[in-house]
T-cell receptor
Framework: GENVEQHPSTLSVQEGDSAVIKCTYS??????FPWYKQELGKGPQLIIDIRSNVGEKKDQRIAVTLNKTAKHFSLHITETQPEDSAVYFC???????????FGKGNQVVVIP | ETGVTQTPRHLVMGMTNKKSLKCEQHLGHNAMYWYKQSAKKPLELMFVYSLEERVENNSVPSRFSPECPNSSHLFLHLHTLQPEDSALYLC?????????????FGSGTQLSVL
């Protein structure tokens, strides 16, 4: 089955700087890649997702890039703010078959 | 109420107890999921219900028993659990008939088995 790895496990950034989290996946058939943000005491929340027919997607300060050849995708957060501090999970799936495989999560800490 | 609501938020139970976790979604979605979240591990999919039919059971031990009486409610019945079952149990719903896309999660039930 699909195996998703996230790097780094913890990332600290100064407020206002950019943060980048990278995920790699193993199954070349995977074609759907979401990112979830989990704040303390809450469930994960979908923040952005991308399909394999698109190389990049942006939503305000958040962007995701996909490299299908290398089988990796990244989350980019620009102009980080304290409220961006959370655990971020990437996932990959073969669309429609419920096999959404999650990574272990990255702890992002934004230092004011 | 909006979104996905889970009760209770915290649960402590002994290995011989029977308890149930409840999930309710107010989003009009047609698929509901149970996930297990353990520290330093990826989220593990346990069960998927699509249009009230179970469509996925990821080799979960029989001491976990799901129930989906309608498209808005999902239960997870627990009995004779083990300490290693202690974890955060997350319910989710989606619009896309169990595809796993665009999941909306509840805040979870933090379960401790003594």
């Amino acid at each position: 089955g699909e195996n998703v790895e996230q790097h780094p496990s913890t990332l600290s950034v100064q407020e206002g700087d950019s943060a980048v989290i990278k995920c790699t996946y193993s199954d070349s058939a995977s074609n759907y890649f979401p990112w979830y943000k989990q704040e303390l005491g809450k469930g994960p929340q979908l923040i952005i997702d991308i399909r394999s027919n698109v190389g990049e997607k942006k939503d305000q300060r958040i962007a995701v890039t996909l490299n299908k050849t290398a089988k990796h995708f990244s989350l980019h957060i620009t102009e980080t703010q304290p409220e961006d501090s959370a655990v971020y999970f990437c996932a990959a799936s073969d669309y429609g078959n419920n096999r959404l495989a999650f990574g272990k999560g990255n702890q992002v800490v934004v230092i004011p | 109420e909006t979104g996905v609501t889970q009760t209770p938020r915290h649960l402590v139970m002994g290995m011989t107890n029977k308890k149930s976790l409840k999930c309710e979604q107010h989003l009009g979605h047609n698929a509901m999921y149970w996930y297990k979240q353990s520290a330093k591990k990826p989220l593990e999919l346990m069960f998927v219900y699509s249009l009230e039919e179970r469509v996925e059971n990821n080799s979960v031990p029989s001491r976990f028993s799901p129930e989906c009486p309608n498209s808005s409610h999902l239960f997870l019945h627990l009995h004779t659990l083990q300490p290693e079952d202690s974890a955060l149990y997350l319910c989710a719903s989606s619009q896309f008939q169990g595809s796993g896309e665009k999941l909306f999660f509840g805040s979870g039930t933090q379960l401790s088995v003594l």
